[in-house]
């Protein structure tokens, strides 16, 4: 089963800040909640590019999620692209904009998912999904606001 989720975040942050935090997610584990574990499997030429990471993820469902992704394209301050295989299969990429003193953050995540059980009630649950991620990028947003010391946006896609 396909997903495609889109997030949105807004900080009163550089976008140069913005982009640090999220470019090195090694460091996710130590400030977002969710992600359990954040590991570099491989190092990739000097822009990143190759850079190959092992993530553990869960939210409140009562399930895990484990994947690889390799970075695949970088445009600093402005694009992060990576495409994930595991039990999660897909593309991810985050676009960077700043305006007026804010940075808007998007996160277009398209996967599918390998795991048997989860194509099986796919059809059931794939709101529960949904939510689930939801939850995870919330907690994401929030962390990153305070890790920053910035004010975060009002609304949260």
């Known amino acids: 089963m396909y997903y495609h989720f889109i997030t949105e975040w807004k900080f009163e942050a550089p976008v140069e800040l913005v982009w640090e935090e999220i470019y090195h997610s090694e460091n996710w584990p130590s400030w977002w909640r969710g992600v359990l574990s954040a590991q570099t499997i491989e190092t990739g030429n000097e822009t990143g590019i190759g850079d190959r990471k092992k993530f553990v993820w869960q939210s409140l469902l009562p399930y895990k999620l484990s994947f690889e992704s390799v970075l695949v394209e970088n445009i600093k301050y402005r694009k992060l692209a ?9 593309t991810g990429i985050w676009t960077f904009e700043e305006k007026n003193g804010m940075t808007y ?8 998912t390998t795991k048997k059980w989860m194509n099986v009630i796919a059809p059931i649950a794939k709101p529960f999904f949904k939510w689930n991620h939801d939850v995870i990028m919330e907690w994401g947003h929030k962390a990153l606001a305070q890790r920053l010391m910035v ?6 896609k």
């Open 151 to 156: 004010q975060q946006a009002l609304e949260f």
């Open 82 to 90: 990576g495409n994930a295989f595991g039990e999660l299969e897909g």
């Open 105 to 112: 953050l998007r996160y277009d995540w398209k996967v599918k």
